[in-house]
Every structure is written in C-alpha cells, then in structure tokens.
C-alpha cells in the first residue's frame, strides 16, 4: 500500500495542469506552422511511449506480459482514449481560441459520472444535474449562441474531445485497477503511435523541416527554436511528463480531489493563450467560463466516495 502524502499530491496534480496548460498553446504553434494534428500526435505518443517503456522495464517488467482479457480493453483506450483525445483536442485548439477548446473538452467531468450513473449503475449525488445545467448554461455564454463567431467545426471538435476524454477518464481508472501507470501509458501511447504513424502521411512530409527554425509567433513572433526542440519539448512536457504526473498524484489523493485540481487547466490555458498568443475574450465570454468551471467542480464532486475508492 503506497504511503500517502497529500501535499505531494496536489503539487502534482498541480504540475500537470500547469504543463497541460501550457501544451495547448504548443501544439496550437507547431500545427499553424505546417505540421499536420495526425503528426503531432505521432511525435507526442511516440515519446511518451518510449519513455514509458522504459520506465515500466526498469520498475516493473514483469506487469508487461497481459492477460488476454486486458486487450479490448487497452485497445480502446490507445485508439479512443489516447490516440483519439490528443487529435481532436489538437484539431480543436487550431480553430478555436485555446481556453474555449479546453472548457468545452473537460465537460467530460460532467459526462462521466452520468454514463457511470446510467451504463455501470454507480450511485451519483443528486448534485450532478445542478452541474449539468451550470456547464450548459456556461457553455452557451461561452459559445454566444445568439450571436456565435466560433467555427462549428472546431465546436464539433472540442466536443469529441470531450467524449474521447470521457472514455480516457473511465477506461484508464478501470485498466490501472490492473496494471501500474507506467504499463498503462506504454500500452495507450503504443496503440496511438501505430496508429497515428500510418495516418500521418509521412511520405510527403519535407525532413529538413526538423531542422528549420520554428516562429513562436504571437507575443513571441520572431523568436525562432528549432522544429526538433520543440517537438522534444511537446513530447516530454507536453505529454508525458502531465500525464505521468496526473496519474502519480492519484497515489496521494483521491480522483475527485485530482479531478478538481486538473480544472484549473482550463484557466492556465486562458491564461498563457493571452501571454503568448494574444488571444482574447470578452467579458461574457469569461463569465461563461467561470460559470462552466463551477459546473464542473460541482459534478466532479457528485461520485460517492465509496465508488472511486480503486483510483486512490
């Protein structure tokens, strides 16, 4: 049984948000600057599948042999869960400011407890529909629907992001009720690497762009780092180094407690979108977002505590 230390936690629940964040504006950059989503998230799975391997070899190798019963199950969250998250998300932060992208995809808090509620019988507090109602009521501010500027296909987007983080949150709890964190990752960022390689038509893509200097643009427009470093960059802090540190604090608090503290990526994404990319919204708009934040910690807090006791 792992020793709890619950200020260990929330630093990492904490540093994840913050990376989380931070990789949204990334990503928005590297994609603007030509590469396309298919290949962004080859490079992200790629690395964070290398160096979860890794990791598994040296702590615990023998957790990599599966039961055969374990297949379907990793298999749906490498193609869905993984693969499928970090595309639609990618896709949805090119066409729609950083901060809305990601508010309309973590109303995947509220859509978890409900599919727990009516698909596997969990018991929810009845504090989920007040959630729900703040979360749509948020997102219709949000997205000014008399009179929306957002494009609806990067709307489209965000939600099945949404659904692809929903099936990441439900599946990855149940699969790490078997396997540790590390197996966990290899296994998802395997199955999305694959995946993602043959969809990212690399036939046609000019290699000399790696070494090609990559404008920040934005606040940072001029600034120039190589494509290559910020790949690296996106791989490890971007992607691994969040969800390593996501799943890590779920060893020292609960997932509601995490789940809550995970919100704030949603502000940090606001937040370095304006430092870096100047990308503003009005003050309606952020009065939809505090309204949709709430709505989402409220939800986070309707699954008993009995229910998600196998995550801690």
Known sequence: MTHKIPTLGVILALAA??????NASTTKVIIQSGMSAEQVVFIRSLFSAVIALVWA???NRSALKLQKSMIPRLLLLGVVGVGGLQWTYSLAVVMLPVGIALLIEYTAVLWVPIILMLFFKESIKRQIWLGAALVLG???IVGQVWDSTLDPVGVFWAFAAAASLTTYF????RVQQTLPTNVTMFYGMSISTVLFFFASDWGSFDFSRF????DLMGNLAGNEVPLWAALIWLGIFGSFLPMAFSYLALRHLSAT???IIATSETVLAFFFALLWLNEMITLTQALGGVIVVVGILIAQTARKQNEIKGVD
Do not use: D
């Open 17 to 22: 948000a913050l990376l989380f964040g931070l």
């Open 57 to 59: 070899l040296i702590a």
């Open 138 to 140: 948020g997102l219709a």
């Open 170 to 173: 439900i599946l990855g709890q």
């Open 211 to 214: 070494t090609a200097g990559q």
């Open 257 to 259: 407690i995490v789940g």
